[in-house]
């Protein structure tokens, strides 16, 4: 089975940038939809954005888009989130998700493979 792993994540200023990346251990990962989700504690994960397995299509929360842009790398077995103009609402865990199903899906629930989570810190 796929294993993910995300890196990149720290402490940023608002209105800063950071990417994230999700490096899969296997070439299986060009088979999945990948998503990236965001949890605070005591909350749900929440979705964050969403690409098909040869990156043609792409879909993001309304609270993210025009900020943050998902792409992949399927030589790279690694899905990135290029997130721009940070603020501290975007303070979170951020985790990467593998999603065997062909179309896009928000819900955490679906996802099949998970990684570990990096946390991503915005400060005033």
């Known amino acids: 089975q796929v294993q993910l792993v995300e890196s990149g994540g720290g402490l940023v200023q608002a209105g800063g940038s950071l990417r994230l990346s999700c490096a899969a251990s296997?070439?299986?990962?060009?088979?999945?939809?990948m998503g990236w989700f965001r949890q605070a504690p005591g909350k749900e994960r929440e979705f964050v954005s969403a690409i098909t397995w040869n990156g043609g299509t792409t879909r993001y929360a309304d609270s993210v888009k025009g900020r943050f842009t998902i792409s992949r790398d399927n030589a790279k077995n690694t899905v990135y989130l290029q997130m721009n103009s940070l603020n501290i609402e975007d303070t979170d865990i951020y985790f990467c998700a593998a999603d065997a199903a062909v179309i896009l899906r928000t819900s955490a629930g679906v996802y099949d493979i998970w990684g570990q989570g990096t946390q991503v810190t915005v400060s005033s």
């Open positions: 296997s070439d299986t990962f060009r088979r999945y939809a």
